[in-house]
Every structure is written in C-alpha cells, then in structure tokens.
C-alpha cells in the first residue's frame, strides 16, 4: 500500500521516482517517507545511470506533514530519525547522480529533499521557501547542514530566518537551483541532464560524486590525497582506455559502461 505512494519508472538510462501524494501537496508524511525508501532499494533504481526524483505539478513537496508533528516525544523523535527519517541521507548516498525534477512547492523538508539531490531542475514558476522557524522548529533532514556547504552562513541564515518564499529564477541566482525550464518542463529538461550523465562513464561519474562529496570534509592534504588515489584508480580502467585511445582515433569513444 505505501509503494503506491512513489511510483517507480525507467526512462531511458534514468529511474523516475515520482511522489504520489499529490491531494496533500506530497506532504513528507512517514509513509510517504518509507514508500521513498522502498523505493531505492528496487532493481530500477539499481540498475540506472541516474535518479530523478519528481513530484506533481502542484509541488514537488509542500514539506514534513503538519498533521504528524504535533505530540511528539523525544523517544519519538529519536526513533523517527531511526526508521523513515534517515531517507534523505540514503539519497544523498546513492552511488549514482540523482536530480530533483521541481514543479509548485518545493517547501521545508520538500527542499531538504531536493537539496540530498546533486542537481535541481526547476520549472519557471517553482517556489522555494522553509517555513520551519515560522512554526517553532528548523529544517532537520539534513538541510541547514547541506545549505551552509552549499551557500555558506549569510545565504542559510537569509533563507531559514529572512525568506518566506523565493521564486525559481532567484534561487538559480543564489545557487539553490541548477537550472530552471520553461514551466512544466523541468522533468523532460531533468531527464535530458539524465541522459547526458548516462553518456559518461559509469566508474568515474561514482568516484567523481563520491570524491566531491567527501570533499566537504576533508582536510587539503586529506582532498588531494582522495583526488590522486581516484584518479590512480580510474586511470586504469577499460573506460579510460578507450577514451585515450577514441581520442588519438579521432573517433567518439564507446565505453563498455555498467
Ligand atoms: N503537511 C500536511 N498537509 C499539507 C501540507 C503539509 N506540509 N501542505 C499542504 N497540506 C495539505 C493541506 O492541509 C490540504 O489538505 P486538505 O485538502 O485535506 O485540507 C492540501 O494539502 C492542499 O493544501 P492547501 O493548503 O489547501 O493548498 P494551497 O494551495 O491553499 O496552499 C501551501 C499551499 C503550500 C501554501 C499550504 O498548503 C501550506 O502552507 N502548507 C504548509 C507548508 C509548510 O509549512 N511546510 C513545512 C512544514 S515543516
């Protein structure tokens, strides 16, 4: 009962994961939480070269669902962070590179959601915004972490404290959004970036993600050791073989891929 509420599907060399709560504007309720974690254990998700994670037209997300915020107890808390609430780390951990395709709201932990993604794809009229402070809480799925990295300080305090809503094509100024689309075509423009990151080779577009990630945390002389040992580790595969070797022959390269 609970898959229903994502939907699973490949196009291409791309796995869609669509949000299905759509009469609750995909309120990140629990379920919908576990159906998502469900969701990326299938063999779909596996097998793709990357993961698109969509919602509605109306949003993306409208964020945690209201409805289950209220009587909570630290047990509770502590248990939820346990089970479904850890779904935003298991995305920003996919192997793979994932994009959020965003149409509507994109609000609270809905941008929390889109944040655990490498990249955001959003349509003209998206809106982005957290609410939490508003109503005596914080974004705590993994976004005041992620928007400090990605933003520094000044812009996450701007955003969580100052900002009610901010439009599309001001979050792709502040960096928040990677591209904007035409409305209604964030997903196709997701899944044409899809098909372009499924082009490349699979080995280092894994090292490459799992390298920058990495990065954030580690020293200068821990980065550049990771960096080397990548690169000692990719220069030797078919892939770059064969790209070496298209490149003297002048010929696009055919790499052997997952
Ligand atoms: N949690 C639970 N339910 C939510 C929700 C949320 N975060 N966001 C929307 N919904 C529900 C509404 O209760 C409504 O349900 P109903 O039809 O059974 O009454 C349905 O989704 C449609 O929302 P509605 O408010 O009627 O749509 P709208 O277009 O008038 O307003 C928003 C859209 C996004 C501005 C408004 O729904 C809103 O402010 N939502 C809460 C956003 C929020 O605070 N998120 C962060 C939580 S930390």
């Given at each position: 009962m609970s898959d229903e509420l994502v939907a699973v599907r490949t196009h291409g060399r791309a796995c869609v994961l669509e949000l299905r709560r759509e009469r609750k504007l995909?309120?990140?309720?629990t379920a919908l939480e576990e159906a998502l974690g469900h969701a990326l254990q299938r063999p779909e998700v596996k097998a793709s070269a990357c993961v698109v994670v969509t919602g509605g037209a109306r949003a993306f997300s409208a964020g945690a669902d209201v409805e289950e915020?209220?009587?909570?107890?630290p047990a509770s808390i502590l248990a939820y962070y346990r089970e479904t609430g850890d779904v935003y780390e298991r995305v920003a951990g996919l192997p793979q590179p994932t994009i959020a395709a965003i149409s509507g709201y994109c609000l609270g932990g809905g941008l929390e959601l889109a944040l655990a993604c490498d990249f955001r794809v959003a349509d003209a009229g998206a809106t982005f915004g957290l609410p939490e402070v508003a109503i005596g809480i914080v974004p705590s799925s993994g976004g005041t972490h992620r928007l400090v990295r990605m933003l520094g300080t000044a812009r996450a305090k701007e955003l969580v404290l100052l900002r009610d809503r901010v439009d599309a094509e001001e979050a792709r100024r502040l960096g928040l959004v990677t591209e904007t689309a035409p409305e209604g075509e964030a997903l196709d423009r997701s899944l044409a970036l899809a098909e372009r990151l499924g082009e490349l080779p699979p080995l280092a577009v894994a090292v490459a993600k799992e390298a920058i990630d990495a990065m954030a945390e580690s020293s200068r002389a821990a980065g550049l050791g990771l960096e080397r040992l990548a690169y000692g580790m990719l220069a030797q595969t078919e892939d770059a073989r064969e790209a070496a070797a298209a490149f003297s022959e002048k010929r696009p390269p055919r790499f052997r891929g997952r």
């Open positions: 995909n309120a990140l309720s915020l209220r009587g909570q107890d």
